[in-house]
């Protein structure tokens, strides 16, 4: 019999909580409350699970076994854990109570909890606000979502390895995008765009993996859940305060304890370094917000750590100033960089242009990967991925790859599956591996570009420049086609006949 818990029955039981807050506060906003009590009651229940093994281990000596779980990865003090939470469920301070008992587990675990700054990740919600309502049906909401989340078992032994967070957040995602408009896409990848990112920049053992916009996570994770083995660190910004402190939550749930997710602007003020300068990393990905306006222009020209050094980028469209963060964060000579960004960044002039041209004659860009329209919540627009690799050496050429009619379509989204997935990876690594000859690599699907190449189309990356997908008419029989209007012709003259008569017969004509 498997008693393990299943995703759906996560999802079904999430689903129900929702409905606590349905017409209280805006759709784009349950996630928060969801999530942190979905993190509350996981920790909780992990706490109880090892409680109760190292009582057995101590044959029931409580002393010891309280002891032992101040070694644990977490402190739960009492009045913090769920069950404590969900036994008080009809106190009329209940909101109150949640907070507090949010706050000081915060605190008991400030060094895990909280950022370099002092900022707790539960600081930005409060169960006791009168956004819930009145005080009457602000309980009555509170009792619900305890009741809900109570069906829960999230001890390790019975969720298996499973993703719950990651499971749970991509569920809430896809229910409430249309809600959360553009604001969802902001901060979370689709996992099959992730793996994709993930898999073209997979790292080796020992491995530092960054992302320096890295929303609720999710890529970072993936990215090092590519490294075999568990030697690799993983380092992660983010500007969003609340955005950051799922992040913080997801790595938890994850196990990846140590990673150091850092809350602030990365373009304005990047807080991984090491002395005056920008920490190094082997592999950094990202997916960061397209175009962004006011990103931090009127600062870029006296930026410490020289990312600009290629010209700056304008100041409605923050798209190459996260680039040339991520070029700049990459180990010179080894460093792999991967970046989702919007087709304008492949053939925009300006400065745009200036800052492309450099970095492809500086022999960087390895791979221009077009991906399907309509992948990521919020946005329909079609979207690239680039590649970076600062491990080129002699060669300069660059791969270019159109995917962007392979895709199977979905409820709400299309979606990248699993064999398009595979394609793109074979195709990218054969050329990294093998060093394809220059030229048609899959008809209408992929193509290896020369420098010189690029050169002549003035350092457009437009995939459709290099990548040729047109398909030819199907030549028209000219004389099939005019007999075959001459045989409808005669067939309607019938129809017309017939009509006559029937007309006739009604005394209707």
Known sequence: ????????????????????????????????????????????????????????????????????????????????????????????????????????????????????????IFRNISFNSSNLGDKKDK?????????????LDLKPSSLDGQDVLGDTYEFLIANFASDAGKKAGEFYTPKEVSTLLARLTKSKPGARIYDPTCGSASLLIKAG?????KNFSLYGQEANGSTWALAMMNMFLHGFDNASIRWGDTLRNPKHTEGDNLMK????????????????????????????????????????????????????ATGMVGVVVPHGVLFRGSAEGRIRKQVIEDNLLDAVIGLPANLFFGTGIPAAILIFNKAKEQRTDTLFIDASEEYDSGKNQN???????????????????????????????????????????????NIPRYVDTFEEEAEIDVSAVQEEIDQLESELLGVREKMQGYLKELNLN
């Open 1 to 120: 019999m498997n008693n393990k818990v299943q995703s759906a029955d996560i999802n079904r039981i999430i689903w129900q909580a929702c409905d606590t807050f349905r017409g209280v506060i805006d759709p784009s906003q349950y996630k928060d409350y969801i999530l942190v009590m979905l993190f509350l009651k996981y920790v909780s229940d992990t706490h109880t699970e090892k409680f109760e093994q190292y009582l057995k281990k101590y044959e029931g000596n409580e002393a010891r076994a309280q002891r032992a779980m101040s070694s644990e990865r977490f402190i739960i003090p009492e009045h913090s854990h769920f069950k404590s939470l969900y036994d008080k469920r009809n106190e009329p301070n209940i909101g109150e109570l949640i907070d507090i008992g949010l706050a000081d587990l915060e605190d008991a675990n400030r060094e895990k909890l909280t950022s370099s700054d002092g900022a707790g």
């Open 139 to 151: 309980n009555a909401r509170l009792k619900n979502l305890l009741t809900d989340y109570n069906k």
């Open 225 to 229: 859940q590519q490294v075999e083995g």
């Open 281 to 332: 990393f082997d592999t950094v990905v990202a997916n960061p917000p397209f175009s962004l306006d006011k990103w931090g222009h009127e600062d870029a020209e006296e930026d410490k750590y020289h990312r600009f050094n290629r010209g700056v980028p304008p100041k409605s469209k923050g798209d190459w100033a996260f680039i040339s963060h991520m070029i700049a964060s990459a180990y010179e």
């Open 415 to 461: 979606v990248l599956a699993e064999k398009y997935i595979n394609r793109i990876v074979e195709t990218y690594y054969r050329f990294k591996a093998e060093g394809v000859s220059p030229g048609v690599v899959k008809e209408k699907y992929s193509y290896v570009a020369t420098l010189d190449e690029i050169q002549e189309n003035e350092y457009n990356l």
